[in-house]
């Protein structure tokens, strides 16, 4: 059983949370708090294992109130976030601060039977997530780049990169694309995220990546030193067109819940790409991009997983691992050169 706590001003929010939560037999709501004081206590008293936070709360904002928690008290933390780009903005620090996923509230784009739906999907993964404590000082400005030696660079278009999480997997793409040098092969990536919260994470990671970073428009060509991150709610496909790619962004139904789906990507870059793609699947739950891997594997791609230890929740891995997709398992921090080492095999056969 899982013990969740919900911290809402809402009294209707918490209501109704409440109710659809409670109709799941592994889920139990131990308490709700109207705001951070008395979240608090309740989390001393009742020790949940995953907090719904409200990021806009009388007496103490989200983020104050969870840089504090992560500092003291690390809890895996989920944010409900309205639907606009200043709150994308907050939900997007709040997923800096350590939350594991930020979903949107019910409202005009979204159902209540469908946030719950995807809430208790995040409400699981979250139980399983590895949350550590905030450091105490945060580093400011990029990270020390790695040097990937520039000669394994193909100056061509007809190398691909694809990447696909969900889970704790902003900071893992962000691992990984700070390393990315700026002359990089064309990236694609689906993160599950809903829609405007895509685009201000990659205007977040273009203002200290190397490589130009930004969401995916439809009929985007997909070039070197360019990543496209899926938009949240759609799904994201590779075309080619004569010698070159470009993406098809589109509708469709939800793929293993999501919306863009990791299988959906790679099931394209499978078809399109072939031997010349490297596909890169990290932490994350669920199977998405299990199958789609395999399929990019048996079409000749190298492929590439995140450890179990450097996972938040290694769920998304681990199926990959399973269905027998995987050509090289790393941790966070060696993926990058995996997949230069990749590229240069690619290249040379």
Known sequence: MIKVLI???SAVVRKILSDELSR?????????????????????????????LDLEMPRMDGLSFLAKLMRHYPLPVIVLSSLTPRNSETAIKALDLGAVDVLCKS?????????????????????????????????DGPREKIDINSGLLTRTT??????????????????????????????????????????????????????????????????????LIAPGNQHMVLQRSGGNYLVNIKGGPRVHYQRPSVDVMFQSVAKHAGRNAVGVILT?????????????????????????????VFGMPKEAIKLGGVDEIQPLSKIPKAIFNALARNGNT
């Open 24 to 52: 799941y037999e592994d889920i139990d709501i131990v308490g709700t708090a109207v705001d951070p004081y008395v979240a608090r206590d309740k989390i001393v008293k009742l020790k949940p294992d995953v907090v719904t």
């Open 284 to 312: 994350g739950m669920g199977a998405d991009g299990a199958k789609g891997m395999l399929a990019m594997q048996k079409n000749g791609a190298y492929n590439i997983s995140q450890d179990e230890k450097s996972c938040v």
């Open 158 to 227: 007809h190398q691909i990169i694809a990447i696909g999480a969900s889970t704790g997997g902003t900071k893992a793409i962000e691992a990984v694309l700070r390393q990315m040098p700026a002359g990089s092969p064309g990236t694609i990536i689906v993160q599950h995220m809903p829609e405007t919260f895509t685009q201000t994470f990659a205007e977040r990671l273009d203002s200290f990546c190397p490589m130009e970073v930004r969401e995916a428009k439809d009929k985007d060509h997909v070039v070197p030193g360019v990543a």
């Open 7 to 9: 911290v809402d001003d």
């Open 107 to 139: 409202g005009s784009a979204y159902s209540t039977q469908d946030i719950s739906r995807q809430l208790v999907q995040s409400i699981r993964a979250a139980a399983k997530a590895r949350v550590s404590a905030l450091p105490a000082k945060k580093a």
